[in-house]
Nanobody
Framework: QVQLVEGGGGLVQPGGSLRLFCTAS????????MRWYRQSPGHAREWVAT???????TYADAVKGRFTISRDNARGTLYLQMFSLKPEDTAVYYC???????????WGQGTQVTVSS
């Protein structure tokens, strides 16, 4: 049974930083493509960043240069380091994993990030 558990969200002032984490179990983590998505009220879920064992990390234009995605294979954990946060970054952030063998997608429950003064 695959489980993705996110955390690290919270309330931060504009210009601040946060580090999100996603701990995975039940999946071949080191071989899996891992992604962060986010969804704000009234908007569709949007892709934020991808960390792949086979390719360089990629980022949405809205976060490029401010966010860094990384993984710790020994801990089975995906991270999203966020700097220079803006109010428009306010959203629920979701971790996404693609099983490298079945290609099935899995989602975490989400963690709320609120950027406000």
């Amino acid at each position: 049974q695959v489980q993705l558990v996110e955390g690290g969200g919270g309330l931060v002032q504009p210009g601040g930083s946060l580090r999100l984490f996603c701990t995975a179990s039940g999946i071949a983590f080191r071989d899996a493509d891992m992604r962060w998505y986010r969804q704000s009220p009234g908007h569709a879920r949007e892709w934020v960043a991808t960390e792949s064992p086979k390719r360089a990390s990629t980022y949405a234009d809205a976060v490029k240069g401010r966010f860094t995605i990384s993984r710790d294979n020994a801990r089975g954990t995906l991270y999203l380091q966020m700097f220079s946060l803006k109010p428009e970054d306010t959203a629920v952030y979701y971790c996404n994993a693609v099983d490298p063998f079945s290609r099935q997608e899995y989602w975490g429950q989400g963690t709320q990030v609120t950027v406000s003064s």
